[in-house]
């Protein structure tokens, strides 16, 4: 195939990290507002273009993470069962902050095995899925 000698065995290029999902938003502010005050994520980048606004946000402002999209005559319509998930250390807290402040809870916390999970909506509708993962090995851990 190709050229290359068959004996002959080359690393393939690979991705090295995730770094960010889109998400597409009506209103940039008030998206940034639910990320930061109700998940605590801070600003990566942001980037005001002439016909949008990028906005990345991410834990500790260090991707993985959202990257927020408000750009001219663009109408958000999240998937129905498209989510974006985030480990958080206590899920019932944080959906009583989250509801506190006056957004959606979709799922209240549950357990699956040994993790607990809940899901919240953004202001765009989009789903956001808070789970802390205990139940999950980490890479490098033993299973």
């Given at each position: 195939m190709?050229?290359?000698?068959?004996?002959?065995?080359?690393?393939?290029?690979?991705?090295?990290?995730?770094?960010?999902?889109r998400?597409?938003?009506?209103?940039?502010?008030?998206?940034?507002?639910?990320?930061?005050?109700?998940?605590?994520?801070?600003?990566?980048?942001r980037?005001?273009?002439?016909?949008?606004?990028?906005?990345?946000?991410?834990?500790d402002?260090?991707?993985?993470?959202?990257?927020?999209?408000?750009?001219?005559?663009?109408?958000?319509?999240?998937?129905?069962?498209?989510?974006?998930?985030?480990?958080?250390?206590?899920?019932?807290?944080?959906?009583?902050?989250?509801?506190?402040?006056?957004?959606?809870?979709?799922?209240?916390?549950?357990?699956?095995?040994?993790?607990?999970?809940?899901?919240?909506?953004?202001?765009?509708?989009?789903?956001?899925?808070?789970?802390?993962?205990?139940?999950?090995?980490?890479?490098?851990?033993?299973?």
């Open positions: 190709g050229g290359a000698s068959p004996d002959r065995v080359h690393a393939a290029p690979s991705v090295t990290a995730f770094d960010h999902i998400l597409d938003v009506a209103d940039i502010d008030v998206a940034e507002r639910f990320y930061a005050d109700a998940l605590g994520l801070s600003s990566v980048v980037y005001e273009l002439a016909d949008r606004v990028i906005l990345q946000m991410a834990p402002g260090r991707p993985a993470g959202v990257e927020l999209w408000q750009q001219r005559d663009l109408v958000p319509d999240p998937h129905p069962t498209h989510h974006v998930a985030f480990r958080v250390a206590d899920v019932p807290a944080l959906v009583e902050h989250i509801r506190a402040l006056g957004y959606r809870v979709i799922a209240e916390p549950y357990r699956i095995e040994q993790e607990t999970v809940a899901f919240v909506a953004d202001p765009d509708r989009h789903t956001i899925e808070l789970n802390d993962f205990l139940g999950r090995p980490t890479v490098g851990a033993p299973a």
